[in-house]
């Protein structure tokens, strides 16, 4: 009997308790958290006025989801060994594209297929270059990134297109409204992040996108389509950047030929800061939407405590470098 | 004993490189056939054209009798016909767990393409205990491959082959940076396999790893098939020797 209770409480012990183990699991997202935390803080801190009402937060649920949808588009791209620097420009063209059928047709609903279209396109001709043809990603999207700027500027011959009429449609309310006082950007990105969840862990896609940032050799000799998949991410890539921009244009109103400009940075930052290794193979979505939220935060509040906006990019670059050093240093360890 | 695979008169050529010229090779029902031969006598290349991963420029391959044809012969075709090859090293996804190595390429979805995520952790729990005996150590179908030794790589490899129920396992160099401990393990699987009545592609480098568990030896050099012997009609000594030989003659001419 006491030799039967010893090894229960043994057992008892060596189990460690499903808390911890969640605790575990999750510590790199929980440590954003907990910085962001911080961050705030030290806003509230600095600038009492600006963060301590609830105004300048519901600024934040309707602007950081531009970079944040695309945030979640780059996770995907940079879990399976890619990287993306075109999507800006893909903002800007599907967005063109929006502004002119909408102009023609005032059609929200022919502006937004023919947006996705081409994002999607532009996203089908990066996959098709770096598969089929072999260059890197890094060289194709950063052609690509000054081609369809200049194809933006030469179709726009560097005007910008008014939209007012966007605010009298019965699409404005979803893309521009709130719901239960929530500003509705913010929803579509909670449901997209959900979504993209969905697709990189628990359907076929997302892990034929993490096998082949992890190994592609391996990848392909266990039977998955290395081509089509990367083609298939740089493809939902450029439909989330078109999407981004549609949303955009409901809040300004007016397309502008430098639409997207800035958003590089800030989301590359938003998935570094969230975890996402840039060596592909893992990522996670949780991350990338509590780093869209520091990243987001962090511009209000250099601002609002003062300092210069020159800062902004100073600390955006800091802030990349170091946490992918965290990022590598951790996975050297780890080995 | 019904012939699994028959390969005659294989040519492949890659570009100006010639790597098989004009190989015969057969496989029978439930026989463990041991592939020997220097580097670049084109073992790897021979097994990539049965495991759809290479085509074969010149030559006709036949499955369970079936001709196959080499343009729409895939790695998804080679496992339909029971046809499942465990590489040297390449065979795993270091940063994935444990039941997306097992499942990668042949998830158990639902019509949307989502994977039924409960049901293969539950399979890969019983592959881990039935076929591989990986129960000490912590290790669950949520391990990461990174977090395995060299040893249960190979058995997470050659368990997953076994599930599948194929017919023929092929392994290409499996005990390749393996301690000796880990090489019984493998060798055991080997047995294993041979034991659930199915046949086997040994490959290695180590002639007295192969000749314990294999049935038949074909020596091949440079692109071709120099000879073949069954186990009773030489020893261990013998084979050795015979290997040497052979791959010295083909360097002198």
Known sequence: MMMKMKKKELVKNLKTPWYITLINKYRMQLGLVVITAMVLVLFMIGSPRAFLSGNIY?????TIPFVGIMALGLTLILASGQIDLSFPSTMALSGYAFAVIFTMTESVFLGLVVALLA??????????????????PIIVTLGMMFFIRGVVHVLAGGLAVPLRALSGTNWFKVFSGTFVGIPVQSVWFLLLGVFLWFILFRHRLGDSILFIGDNEETAGMMGINVHRTKIVAFAIMGMLAAFAGVLDLFRL????????EGYLMTTM??????????????????????????????????????????????????????????????????? | MN?????????????????????????????????????????????????????PTKGDIYIKGEKINPRNYSVKKARKLG??????????????????????????????????????????????????????GGASCESSVKTLSGGERQGVAIGRAMYFDADLVILDEPTMALSLQEVDKV???????????????????????????????????????????????????????????????????
């Not at chain 1, 210069?308 to 590598?328: A, C, D, E, K």
């Not at chain 2, 098939?225 to 020893?235: G, N």
């Open chain 1, 58 to 62: 519901r600024t934040f649920l309707s």
């Open chain 1, 119 to 136: 994002g999607a396109l532009i996203g089908i001709g990066n996959g098709l270059l770096v598969t089929k043809i072999g260059i890197p």
């Open chain 1, 253 to 260: 109103r007016t397309w502008w030929p430098t639409m997207g």
């Open chain 1, 269 to 335: 930052a938003a998935v570094f800061v969230g975890g996402t290794s840039m060596f592909g193979g893992e990522g996670t979505i949780f991350g990338t939407f509590i780093g869209a939220f520091l990243i987001g935060s962090l511009e209000a509040g250099i601002v609002a405590s003062g300092m210069s906006g020159f800062w902004t990019q100073l600390i955006y670059g800091l802030l990349i470098i170091v946490s992918v050093t965290i990022h590598t240093l951790l996975r050297r360890k780890s080995k």
């Open chain 2, 3 to 55: 012939k699994l695979v028959e390969m005659k008169n294989i040519h492949k050529s890659f570009g100006e490189v010639v790597a098989l010229r004009g190989i015969d090779f057969t496989v029978k029902d439930n026989e463990v056939v041991g592939i020997l031969g220097d580097n670049g006598a084109g073992k790897s290349t021979l097994i990539k054209m049965l495991a759809g991963v290479v085509t």
């Open chain 2, 83 to 136: 046809i499942e090859t465990v590489y040297q090293e390449k065979a795993l996804g270091d940063l994935q767990p444990l039941w997306r190595n097992i499942f990668i390429g042949r998830h158990r979805t639902n019509r949307l393409g989502f994977i039924n995520v409960a049901e293969e952790k539950r399979e890969t729990d019983k592959i881990m205990r039935e076929l591989i005996g990986l129960t000490g």
């Open chain 2, 187 to 253: 060798l055991n699987f080997i047995r294993k396999i041979k034991e659930m009545g199915k046949a086997c592609i040994y490959i290695s480098h180590n002639i007295s790893y192969v000749y314990p568990v294999s049935e038949r030896f074909v020596l091949m050099d440079r692109g071709q098939v120099i000879v073949e012997y069954k186990k009773e009609q030489v020893t261990l000594e013998e084979l050795m020797d015979k290997v040497v030989m052979a791959t010295q003659v083909g360097k002198r001419q």
